[in-house]
Nanobody, 127 residues
Framework: VQLQASGGGLVQAGGSLRLSCAAS????????VAWFRQAPGKQRDFVAG??????????AYADSVKGRFTISRDNPKNTLYLQMDSLKPEDTAVYYC???????????????????WGQGTQVTVSS
């Protein structure tokens, strides 16, 4: 599976951005995809994820973004999105999309659970 993230940029606090992650290669009927972010000098943290099955998908969010960010996917386009609203300076980071063919009904929240990673896209929020 190859992942290509895009959509990052510079935005003022309170603004919005939408990140995209295009997937290609082998996919299955059940898998998990997610967004992580990494600020300078900090570890890579879970932001949002979807556990996808034939019957639908279960989402999960980090507490810091709940109510402001929305994760979604377009299955025919094999694309994952992260709509980010009400952005804050502390949201500044490199954002990565990730995927794994593992599935257990809820998104995994740790880096080690994901096998495939996009190249990252920079999001900078100015105050």
């Amino acid at each position: 599976v190859q992942l290509q993230a895009s959509g990052g940029g510079l935005v003022q606090a309170g603004g919005s951005l939408r990140l995209s992650c295009a997937a290609s290669g082998r996919t299955t009927s059940a898998y998990t995809v997610a967004w992580f972010r990494q600020a300078p000098g900090k570890q890579r943290d879970f932001v949002a994820g979807i556990a996808i099955s034939r019957s639908g998908g279960n989402t999960a969010y980090a507490d810091s973004v709940k109510g402001r960010f929305t994760i979604s996917r377009d299955n025919p386009k094999n694309t994952l999105y992260l709509q980010m609203d009400s952005l804050k300076p502390e949201d500044t980071a490199v954002y990565y999309c990730a995927a794994t063919v593992k599935y257990w009904g809820r998104p995994y929240r740790t880096v080690q659970d994901y096998d495939y990673w996009g190249q990252g896209t920079q999001v900078t929020v100015s105050s």
